[in-house]
């Protein structure tokens, strides 16, 4: 089963807006991370942020992370035409050994020039 | 440096053929996995190996076999294609044995079973 369960599952915004994309996930983590897939590519990573972090910037790119909640949050700011993509998290269970990292569904984001 | 390759790119089969995917990374990592994307699915994790000589089994490990025999290389093989395994099959590795850093991505395989 998935981990993480992106939403919203699509985003259509115009250039220069925000565009924010949520996650949750179901069990303690040791981190969680964002990654990015253009078309018919592989994942890039983007961002990790540990569970003892709340907030962590990058660029345009700021995440949060509310473990109360086991809740993340991707905001990009500003966005252009070439951050039309799909995005993922990426989580993996805090159980100490090797991880399982696991991938949610998806948030595909359109950006209109 | 070349990150993660996989080979091939694209592949077609026949119901109950065989076939490796081959993937390689040139990073020295000891954690390398492998998974498999379809619509509306995300990725889901088929095995994944903390390195040479030690495989485990991810979400969906039916159909599949995995080796590692050098740190470099992790090779995915489906012993009897069927229509349920065409996909998109992405390697990975990380730098972190635990898998709990950053993972970097091949390409990918477009794989259709017919």
């Known amino acids: 089963s998935q981990q993480g369960e992106e939403d919203p599952q699509a985003l259509s915004i115009q250039e220069g807006e925000n565009a924010t994309m949520n996650c949750s996930y179901k069990?303690?983590?040791?981190?969680l991370q964002w990654y990015r897939q253009n078309s018919g590519r592989g994942l890039v990573h983007l961002i990790l942020?540990?569970?003892?972090?709340r907030e962590k910037h990058s660029g345009r790119l700021r995440v949060t992370l509310d473990t109360s909640k086991k809740s993340s949050s991707l905001l990009i700011t500003a966005s252009r035409a070439a951050d039309t993509a799909s995005y993922f998290c990426?989580?993996?269970?805090?159980?100490?050994?090797?991880?399982?990292?696991?991938f949610g569904t998806g948030t595909k984001l359109q950006v209109i020039p | 440096n070349a990150g993660v390759t996989q080979t091939p790119k694209f592949q077609v089969l026949k119901t109950g053929q065989s076939m490796t995917l081959q993937c390689a990374q040139d990073?020295?990592?000891?954690?390398m996995s492998w998974y498999r994307q379809d619509p509306g699915m995300g990725l889901r994790l088929i095995h994944y190996?903390?390195?040479?000589?030690?495989?485990d089994q991810g979400e969906v490990p039916n159909g599949y076999n995995v080796s590692r025999s050098t740190t470099e290389d992790f090779p995915l093989r489906l012993l009897s294609a069927a229509p349920s395994q065409t996909s998109v099959y992405f390697c990975?590795?990380?730098?972190?044995?635990?898998?709990?850093?950053?993972?970097?991505f091949g390409a990918g395989t477009r794989l259709s079973v017919l």
């Open positions: 990975a590795s990380s730098p972190d044995r635990t898998g709990r850093s950053i993972q970097y």
């Open positions: 069990t303690s983590i040791n981190n």
């Open positions: 942020i540990r569970s003892n972090e």
């Open positions: 990426a989580t993996g269970p805090n159980s100490g050994g090797y991880q399982k990292v696991t």
């Open positions: 990073m020295n990592h000891e954690y």
């Open positions: 190996s903390v390195g040479a000589g030690i495989t």
